[in-house]
């Protein structure tokens, strides 16, 4: 069982659960597989429909007394194993927690970030010598206790590995393991092509181009009236929006101005159609302005990845955009803002240092030297690219087959147990 499916207005966390099922798929074939999804909608469940036919999908909730339904206690007999896939925290802890209290069978976290930091931002560097200076107990006590108990944790940034080391979890397979994201190239270039025809764009010859407000604007998402943390996150995101947003706009003049191919703006979250086509449309300079088209809606994860794998290139501000490009090799650019998670940590561990451009001071210069440089080279650009991608599929096959394993040495053991008991004279059920 996978535990996984966070929200739906993100198209990088709808890409955790398809990635986390084509691993297992890819290097356990023959394993069943059920997908237990928190929150999703009827386009991920056609997604699913469409590429994981033999994947059952199941919604059903943990009671708040940890009670659960007919369908999880027959789910729950019948699996080996509870994964947990990639995502930003413990997001189904309730699952993990339930699944532990229930069965008593393995179960582990794949790909996951814990941010020992928030609410405090920085870069990537001083987030690092942060985290080494903790000297207290900074983990609440159920994710201690399921944390402990696991069979795995494999952590998608080195920075949650050191984290937990100092924490003390001390489970044998506590590594590195990249987000889910990386192997989720299943998809059709037919979910792509009307937006290829819609802006004349040419296979291999536009950029992608991914804009982000520092903190995420939920309650307009979410339709519930602000509070006053809300306010404070607008009052924030108003003081670096433009400056934040010109870095992106200047890495677009720049690849215009290098290659004479056009650029797209896309959204990686609901939210970012209005900040693009309110700060960023019509604001580009005369020589470049015809050649810059912005997306006017959301779109959904299968309709991404078709465009990002026709791309040439992407660069964005979002973390999980470059990431569906690498499953894809497409090279990629991640302008790191300083509130976001330890999570943009991947891209070292990922081994693509020189994807990956912290939002501090000149930061604008050095988006456009780097799309430039990139752009004057795009083939070297694509086997970086393919060589990391190369790099993390071959680690989630180790990771699928150890949790396998884990999962397969408890059954072999329980069936031991049985015939033993069956010898006996014993009742065996």
Known sequence: MVVSGWQTVNIGDVAHSPGVLEAFRRFAPGVRLTLWARNIDEGVRQLLARYYPEVELLEEQVGEDGAITPALERLFGEADLLVHGSGPSLVGKTETAAWRAHTGKPYGFFGVTIDPLRPYDGTLERSAAMIDAIAGDLLAPLDRELLTGAAFVYCRDSLTQRFLQGQGIGVDELEFGADGTVIFDVVDDDHGAPVLAEYGLVEGQFLCAVPRLRYTPYYKIRGYPPKSEDWRKEAYNAGYAESDLDVLRQAVVSWVRSTGWPALIVPEMSYAVEVAETSLAGTFPADVADQVHVLPRFWDLTEAAAVYRRAAAVVSMECHSPLIALAEGIPALYLRQPTDTIKGNMYHDLGLSESIIELTDGAAGEAVE?????????????????????????????????????????????????????????DVP
Do not use: C, W
Not at 385 to 398: D, I, Y
């Open 370 to 426: 780097r799309v430039a440089k990139l752009a004057s080279d795009l083939p070297a650009g694509r086997d970086a690219m393919l060589r990391s991608r190369t790099a993390a599929h071959e680690g989630l096959r180790r990771h699928v087959e150890f949790a396998i394993g884990r999962a397969g040495a408890l059954r072999q053991a329980q069936g031991t147990d049985r015939q033993g008991a069956g010898e006996r004279g014993a």
